[in-house]
């Protein structure tokens, strides 16, 4: 819909779609609903790291979000709306922060504090360190920053409640709680010799089928860098040519095989 | 004998004073408080009672000078007469080495051709999702090249695309450092002796050329001038054209090689990109 | 309250060395290494030389214990131990080795208690046994964690190389996120083989059995024949009053503790294993994360471990007066900001919710707005560097309008710092005591609550407030001084008890204490205006070869740092061991015997008056 101009909604001879035609009534009220909820977002009283210490400066007197409606941080996650995810994530406690999540009522929302939250922040080379909550839970807003400051966590707050209004009632995406039967709460990870996510089991198994047979696994080659293929292509010599012609065929014949490969792995998976 | 309840009470007095000095403030400045640079000043100052409440976004604090979000690289203003929008970074990789999570890659600039390094990044990216906004990279850059910003609203709705910050969305031109930053600016320059970048400084005095001195200002315009009146032999015509007419004409005035083409070429495109950039921001605002 | 006369220092190490040279001939060994202090015991005779370090020659506080793995150098692992005199004094350093497979060393849980945590910490993390410790487990990460990551054979998933800078990151920078690497993206990696049969969470189950308990909840009959339950009950890690991601495992009968389990961990950021890979100065911003409210404190202590290892080089310059003055004015300034938010949120344990932490934090915002305009930020200045500072204070704390709606404003520095220092920090003091301090509901509280005595405050080696409330006047700013610290004039304030109240009162006067110090501070930082203050230090400066003890007064306590540097061909840019003394962590071992016997809402209080933070406690 990105490429429609909103000002011919103005147009009282716009054509409404036969889809829409019984949805005016819901717009208003969408309205009133989703300012109702952006008005009294509840945070859960939640601390993680460094960016908590911010978290409460922004709810302390000097910049105070209870101007926002979310002066109420509830100690339980069952009266909270939104989680701030407010510092860094490790593996010991995403075990934590995933069954909080599922205790909350829906709708809830999460906001990812500070770099850490968002992509394992300056920690994320650690073996307990988990990089980025958006690895288990879905995550509404960014916030960049190491901490971001108070203002720029109001920003992101407010961007929250901007993301509340454009949402409808009238689509499923937006309002997936008004769905049939209960949602599906996140899996909750395994501590074992390192953190499990069980929703990647598969991948885990195929993984260590791999390493019993003494192959490579865990590690994903990453492509060639492109500068060096751009200065290859560009290289003048003849001959260097005729050795990318070699290389090429080479990745060609590699493209094919794996292609082969993952379709025998289908075959097999379709199997079972 | 301890009389109770007189500790009690003695704490409601102070918090019902403090209630009430909060308005009793409101109603002194008639609720200008909040409309009043100077009242703001007092406010969050050392002579403020009660409350002080900054009314973000409606008021926003405006941040110290020294104040370090995410890094940003310096390149010349569009409109410098020598080299518009090229890069103070000189893809030395200092910054890249003291980072301390390393979070910093950059693809030092290569010529094409010889396969020499030149002084200009090919790319440069930073992940913010690793920053951790510390101010190495802007402290121990030997060119002032790449800079603490001040712009903290960077809230997104996605960080796939919108984190890993690139060269592009890196660059911000010279007089943006010298508005949010003056006095640092001032500093900076008195060390190098010059408004101008250090590099242009030794190859000015190389060729026997003066260079734009320092004169403590805090006005981009005026560096600008600066720098306009130090230009060697200013052709009017030349000066009158669009910058990249006049880079191209300036290959043509040097003789078609290829190499001097190619460098036609990126300059081009990066005066394009900086253009959209500029001209984005300012839709956005 | 008894405010303590400065101490004296005066202790001759070398002269008890030579007579525990003496006691030990065959135990004791002078530990001849480049830049190496102290002996090295055999670890056979540990306990014994460790017994008389500290009956007869009265090294009673056992500062900090941890390993060190040297493989590649002497294939050995290593555990160091600090101990001190609670009179003052400098260290008496003595190590016991043990080699790399099957490593073991006997604990010294019996001669210092205080020790406890620290074993499991470096059992957790480097795989040495401590045969004669009681409760032997895992205490950062969960039980079942694959292998001992601090040991220098063991890498992480995503790990890249053993020392910074990187070389995927210049000249040929081409950006990725290292998750993709991985194939699970996680930032995880599972031992080759592991069984997929049997992946069940197994990490709490012997928390629990050392508990003695297979089920939840047990009947008990207490005095007088009523029947009450025994129960266990979980505070943490998401519980308001544990003050981050920290958890208790209490068991309970009726309302009464009987035990306390701090169970840690949640917040290891292997904040020792990424300070090992980084150069020296990269792991200043690291030290800002530790206790997140105090960074510039942090800041210091590392700053004083690497210079003492700089001043054994040759070319090194010690920091100026001016550079001490401005870092003493920020460590005290840090002292003032903890109390202030340590206060409140002890208030706020104590359920005075937010009023009295909303009124200090508005005052702290005021000493935050200094640091952002000095530092660049307000909670991880980052400002203290080798030799220097990062730069010196600027004229006027200012700013600039870059954005809509900004407001600027415009003061000069010595005005605001005068100011606040000269009158509202002590008005607002004085309204604060008058708020609190007699109070009688905070009094029935905290008097006489969670009372730790001097003699286990010691053996706990508890430090900080919680020490000198105890009644022991042991402050490292007198008993073992550091920058300008001896010509200051300031006491140290002791409580009597030992209990809640005598902690909350002793940060009350050392809020007044700092802002003494930093009255004299203000004329010295006027006449030493223009000096220069930067420090020289290269972004790639060497390190000489040894180790360093650094330690400071932090607000929260003694915290240290272990800093080993090693050779390597190109001389040592890295830190062989980086290790963090930190006051929370240690302070934590005497929460259980102090917590035994009180109502599970004194526990909350209990907690808060110790005032940890867990990017110090877990790291
Ligand atoms: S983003 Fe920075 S401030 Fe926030 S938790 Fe991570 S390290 Fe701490
Ligand atoms: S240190 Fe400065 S000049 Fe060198 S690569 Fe970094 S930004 Fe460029
Ligand atoms: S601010 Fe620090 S962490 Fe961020 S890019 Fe610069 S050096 Fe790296």
Redesign the pocket.
Known sequence: MSDLNLRELHNTEFPIPDELQSNLAITSLSKVYNWSRRSSMWPLLFGLACCAIEMIGTAASRFDFSRFGMEVMRGSPRQSDLMIVSGTVTKKMIVPIVRLYNQMPEPKYVLAMGACASGGG?FKEGYNVVSGVDKYLPVDVYVPGCPPTPQALIHGLIALQKKIDGQSLANMDDVPWYGVGPSEPTPIPILGPDVIDPRQMDIIRRQAELAALGKPYGVRELPAPQMKAVVAAKGAAPAAAAADGGEVDAAKAERLRKREEALARKHAAKGE | MTMYGQGILRGLTITLRHLVRTYFNDMRYMGKKYFNQSEFELRQGMKTEGIYTVQYPEEKIAVPERF?F??FLVVEDADHPERPGEDWCTSCGI?AK????Q??WIVRGEDPVTKRPIPEPQAFY?DID?????????EFCPFDA?K?DHDYEMASYDRTTAHIHDKEKLSKPFSYWLNIAPTTANEEAEARGSWEHSDTVKSKKKAGVPSVAYTPTTDPSQVMQMIRATMPEPAPAAEAAPTAERSAAAVAQAGPSAEDALKAERLRKRQEALARKLSKEAGSQ | MVIAAPQTVDVDVNAVIDKLKEKFPEAVKNDTRQGYKGVIVDKSKLVEVATSIRDEFGFDYLSSATGVDYLGIADEMEMVYHAYRTTGGPALVFKAQTPRDNPEIPSLIDVWPGVDFQEREVWDLYGIRFPGHPNLQRILLWEGFNGHPMRKDWKEAYFEEDHKPFESRWPAGHVHRIEEKNAYGHNVMYPADLDLSRLTDTSEESLYNSLGLGVDVQDLTGEGGIKTDRLVVNLGPHHPSTHGVFRMVVTLDGETIETLDPVMGYLHRNHEKIGERNSFLQNM?FTDRLDYISSMSNNLGYALAVEQLLALGARYQPPTYRAEVIRVLMAELTRIVNHLWSLGFLLNDLGAFFTPMLYANNEREKILDFFEATAGSRLMCNYMRFGGVFKDIPERIHSVVNMVNDKVRDYNTMDYLTEMINERLPRFMDEYERLLVNNEILKTRTVGVGVLPADRAIAYSTCGPLLRGSGVAYDIRRSDPYSIYPELDFDIPVGQNGDIYDRFMVRVYEIRESLRILKQILPRLERTKGEEVVSKFNYLGRVPIGESYGRVENPKGELGYYVVSAGDEKGPQNPWRYHIRAPSFINLTALGPMSKGYKVADVVTILGSIDIVLGETDR
């Open positions: 300056p | 370090r995410t890094p910054c003291v980072c301390p999570p979070c910093i930073i690793i920053c951790m906004n510390c101010g190495y990279c802007a790449i603490m | 911003p």
